[in-house]
């Protein structure tokens, strides 16, 4: 979602949402020199409009800041390099050991798996320049600021492996339906570093939108939930449901091509079943929003 911003709605978003960046692995060094570590077992969306987006640029402009190098910030280093291997459905009761955890599989008898990936996904190091962007944060009216001894100090996020899956609905090719499974994320901080002074000047950031802030407000539990933003538009409906007892977040295009995601966090890993019902927009082989839905629903359910 981020390569669709400008540089200075990504500098604003990557200071805001460290805890969402992306699925990454863990980093050799991290036992070493690390101490406190956040478990995000748990998922809440934060929507973004377009309107939001204009906002906050507007407030950089009018602030006199119109041109942002991420650099003047910090850096974000990667560790390793992705690498994966394509793996038969038969190796699938095999896997777990290879995955480092437990996972649960589909087991509705109206699809089967056609293909899997297991994939280690390079890792990432966000180091922050603290006092810069305090800096920023004074620019904007801010009191609330991250502390110095985060400056310069690497932050890691954790994913380990993942898996993506194709399925596909037996005796058809209408229904492809693709499920990506990893492990929740850990988020390392370094000794020294009060969590709670991090967390506090990253729900008050000054130049977010007010629709943002109540968003950010209502996440209960920072050191366990992953907030996780979304682009919204006028045609996105995002809804919460319940997965098996577990909190479950459905995203549908109101109007077609209709475009549905389910995800959803269970004993420690997410998953996230999306299916484009009509991507070639043939009406003669088209799923309607409804019947996608409740194809994603019942898959979800059928995890064993």
């Known amino acids: 979602m981020f390569t669709k ?25 991290a036992e070493a020199k690390l101490l406190n570590l956040l478990r995000l077992n748990k998922m809440q969306v934060i929507a973004i409009t377009p309107e939001d987006m204009t906002q906050i640029q507007n407030q950089f402009y009018n602030a006199g800041i119109k041109n942002i190098n991420l650099k003047d910030y910090g850096e974000i280093i990667k560790d390793g390099s992705q690498e994966g291997r394509q793996i038969s459905p038969d190796e699938l009761d095999k896997i777990e050991s290879e995955l480092g955890y437990k996972i649960k599989l589909p087991a509705d008898e109206n699809f089967e798996i056609k293909h899997a990936y297991i994939s280690k996904i390079e890792g990432l190091e966000f180091i922050l320049k603290v006092d810069k962007i ?41 229904d492809t339906v693709a499920l ?3 492990k929740t994320p ?5 000794e020294g570093v009060d969590v709670d002074k991090v967390i506090d000047a990253l729900v008050n950031l000054p130049f977010l939108p007010e629709n943002i802030k109540r968003q950010i407000a209502g ?9 996780i933003p979304i682009g919204t538009s006028d045609n996105t409906e995002i809804k ?7 909190k479950g977040i459905l995203i549908v295009e109101k109007s077609g091509p209709y475009f549905v995601a389910l995800g959803w966090s269970e004993n420690g890993v997410m998953y ?23 194809t994603l629903i019942q898959i979800a359910n059928s995890m064993r």
């Open 240 to 246: 919460e449901i319940t997965i098996r007892g577990n």
């Open 134 to 174: 305090n800096e920023l944060i004074k620019t904007f009216g801010g009191t609330h600021f991250f502390p110095t001894e985060l400056d310069r100090k690497p932050i890691i996020i954790n994913f380990g492996r993942a898996i993506d899956m194709d399925l596909q609905r037996k005796g058809s090719e209408k």
């Open 186 to 190: 850990e988020i390392v901080v370094p």
């Open 272 to 294: 996230n079943l999306t299916l484009w019902p009509n991507p070639a927009g043939d009406k003669q082989d088209f799923v309607a929003k409804e019947e996608a839905i409740n």
């Open 180 to 182: 990506n499974i990893v």
């Open 219 to 227: 996440v209960t539990d920072w050191k366990e939930t992953l907030p």
């Open 5 to 29: 911003y400008k540089k200075l709605i990504a500098a604003a978003l990557i200071v805001a949402f460290i805890a969402a960046s992306a699925f990454f692995p863990p980093l050799k060094n």
